[in-house]
């Protein structure tokens, strides 16, 4: 009996240094919403449970929703990726988007609603969306190659 003549099967990267460069960047990503999004959540709820004297940041009376500092990280990732292509700059900012659009998607009812709905049952839409979120992007990534053989 013969050999098969068919290739062995690719195996699929196991660690992020084999992610062919171009999509690493998007795994990071995915990576640093998941973590950030979960970290939000808890740290939200420690300072509206008022656990260890943490709080919320003011500027002269005015209370700075964490949306604001996610627009400002996700509009400096699309200066940086106009600017720069390099393997090094899409690990930066894979993570940096990643984190930066979780800040955002945390207070999506907030932006949706145009007022503070983040502990009310209208709150409820930014855990649906972040979760969604998450979930579509990890099902992208599972079922996808990408366009490079992934070394």
Same mark, same amino acid.
Do not use: C
């Given at each position: 009996?013969?050999?098969?003549?068919?290739?062995? *099967? $690719?195996?699929? *990267?196991r660690?992020? /240094?084999? =992610?062919? *460069?171009? @999509? @690493?960047?998007? =795994? +990071?990503?995915?990576?640093?919403?998941?973590?950030?999004?979960?970290? &939000?959540?808890?740290?939200?709820?420690?300072?509206?449970?008022h656990?260890?004297?943490?709080?919320?940041?003011?500027?002269?009376?005015?209370?700075?929703?964490?949306?604001? #500092?996610?627009?400002?990280?996700?509009?400096?990732?699309?200066?940086?990726? &106009?600017?720069?292509?390099? *393997?090094?700059?899409?690990?930066?900012?894979?993570?940096?988007?990643?984190?930066?659009?979780? &800040?955002?998607?945390?207070?999506?009812?907030? +932006?949706?609603?145009?007022?503070?709905?983040?502990?009310?049952? /209208?709150? #409820?839409v930014?855990?649906?969306?972040?979760?969604?979120?998450?979930?579509?992007?990890?099902?992208? &990534?599972?079922?996808?190659?990408? $366009?490079? @053989?992934?070394?």
């Amino acid at each position: 009996m013969e050999a098969s003549s068919q290739p062995a *099967p $690719r195996l699929r *990267p196991r660690t992020i /240094a084999q =992610v062919h *460069p171009t @999509r @690493r960047g998007f =795994v +990071l990503s995915w990576w640093s919403f998941t973590i950030t999004f979960i970290f &939000l959540r808890a740290l939200t709820l420690a300072i509206h449970e008022h656990v260890a004297g943490l709080g919320n940041v003011s500027a002269g009376g005015v209370h700075l929703h964490h949306y604001l #500092w996610g627009i400002l990280l996700v509009s400096l990732v699309a200066s940086a990726g &106009l600017i720069e292509r390099s *393997p090094t700059w899409r690990v930066w900012m894979g993570l940096v988007f990643g984190f930066g659009l979780a &800040l955002i998607i945390d207070e999506i009812a907030l +932006l949706v609603e145009l007022k503070d709905v983040y502990w009310s049952g /209208a709150g #409820w839409v930014s855990v649906g969306v972040g979760i969604i979120f998450i979930s579509v992007m990890g099902s992208v &990534l599972a079922m996808t190659r990408s $366009r490079h @053989r992934d070394q």
